[in-house]
């Protein structure tokens, strides 16, 4: 699920701000950009991330300011470095040269006065800090977000266990179809020969082929995920998961029942409830 989160903390000798995005996605994908003197702190931070985000893309944006107040200071022998080489590239590629914003963004150029010298100890504490914060404004705001989205899909979940319903009333006629079918198919075969229908024959096969039709077990298992599914969209833990696969399954057995029906209206069903489990994939996708 998309959402945002800042936070800030303080010490006596440094000032640090953290914002976090995430972006939808199937599963966690964590890129940061901390400044070249915290570096050491990337691993803390996507423990961090990963322990309380489990699906989404996650972009972390980390800053350090000395608590004195001091302002940030240019490194100009850095971005004269940088300035050559990449006007020096930008002629090789028939390129626009670099402008000073550009430069400015490039590693090592923009410092903080003393942050070149930052104590790791020191400074771990504050940064732990400001990140938790900036966690804890990404879940609150994902929280909302998982609760509007909960709601739809519950509503589509309910759309698919009234369809199933509908197959389920008109499976119960499916034996007694197929049996008059079967006979009349037999009797039209058998005047055309002369011949006469044996009725022990004619009932073997309409249980053969009753049997080969029969959605019960399909229908039983159908109504058990859906079930589960609203069980689990009701819970706060992370379900994403599991609704991806009981998204799966559920399709597989709607595949099944088409293919076992032959049935007009059974597979008009099963083509809608296909087109809303679909809709209730793709949202889940999304889901923590």
Known sequence: MSGHGVGEATSERYRVSAEVRTVNHRFCRVSMRLPAEIGFFE????????????????????TVQSATGTAARVDHGVAAAWMKELTGLAEELGAEPPSLPDVLALPGVVLSNGMEQVDPDAIAPTLGEALGAALDGLESMRSRE????????????????????????????????????????IEDLLAESGREIDPDRLLQEAAYHAERADITEEIVRLGSHLEKMRGLLQSSDAVGRTLEFLSQEIHRELSTIGAKTKELDIAELVVDLKSELERIREQVQNIE
Not at 155 to 180: F, H, K, M, N, Y
């Open 43 to 62: 691993d803390t931070a996507r423990r961090m991330i990963q322990s309380r985000v489990q699906r989404g893309k996650v972009d972390l944006s980390l």
């Open 146 to 185: 998982g609760e509007h989205l909960a709601g739809d899909l519950v509503a589509r979940v309910q759309t698919v266990a009234g369809g199933l319903e509908s197959i389920r009333q008109a499976s119960r006629e499916l034996p007694a179809r197929t049996r008059d079918q079967l006979r009349q198919r």
